[in-house]
T-cell receptor, first 115, second 115 residues
């Protein structure tokens, strides 16, 4: 069965500092991994995805994520946080075997960036 | 920015009323989804469709129904709204691509308040 975990409900970081939002997953096949961001009263906005290839994936707004197969993790990172990065972040996983496997979303991590 | 639209964005309605939440996408995606999300909380899949005339119930039981008569349109209907239906409803779509790699894109959401 597929599952994804975001162990932190909330992450607090000062503006200019690096940020990390954690995600671990479980799938039977190879994973397709996604990060989304949600601002208040909005839908989810796609940030980046890992399908295959280079373990470090770069996405929108300076975000990047590193796929670590041995640790089954896909943590979201940014070298220097902005106040405008404050939002709700969702990690998602889909089994690469296809066949109708659905995308599973984590419970979300709220990021607060303080000026 | 994804071409997926939801109307209305906000709806306040009385108990017992019938409502339809509209979702349309212009990307030609075959797969479409409805999620229910309480503010700032995790997403719950309530309905999905793999194409025209295909609809399935999701992981979370819902009293709503959906239809998929056209590829681009995936409306959700509540025959008799109740206060327990108060939530945010997010529509999403994606294309069936090579290796099932395609990203799921979200609409802006409909915030429903049932009095």
């Amino acid at each position: 069965a597929q599952s994804v975990a975001q162990p932190e409900d909330q992450v607090n970081v000062a503006e200019g500092n690096p940020l990390t939002v954690k995600c671990t997953y479980s799938v039977s096949g190879n994973p397709y991994l996604f990060w989304y961001v949600q601002y208040p009263n909005r839908g989810l906005q796609f940030l980046l995805k890992y399908i295959t290839g280079d373990n470090l994936v770069k996405g929108s707004y300076g975000f990047e994520a590193e796929f670590n197969k041995s640790q089954t993790s896909f943590h979201l990172k940014k070298p220097s946080a902005l106040v405008s990065d404050s939002a709700l972040y969702f990690c998602a996983v889909r089994d690469s075997r296809g066949g109708g496997f659905k995308t599973i979303f984590g419970a979300g991590t709220r990021l607060f960036v303080k000026a | 920015e994804a071409d997926i639209y939801q109307t209305p964005r906000y709806l306040v309605i009385g108990t017992g009323k019938k409502i339809t939440l509209e979702c349309s996408q212009t990307m030609g995606h075959d797969k479409m989804y409805w999620y229910q999300q309480d503010p700032g909380m995790e997403l719950h899949l309530i309905h999905y469709s793999y194409g025209v005339n295909s609809t399935e119930k999701g992981d979370l039981s819902s009293e709503s129904t959906v239809s998929r008569i056209r590829t681009e349109h995936f409306p959700l209907t509540l025959e008799s709204a109740r206060p327990s239906h108060t939530s945010q409803y997010l529509c999403a779509s994606r294309r069936t691509g090579q290796g099932d790699q395609e990203t799921q894109y979200f609409g802006p959401g409909t915030r429903l308040l049932v009095l």
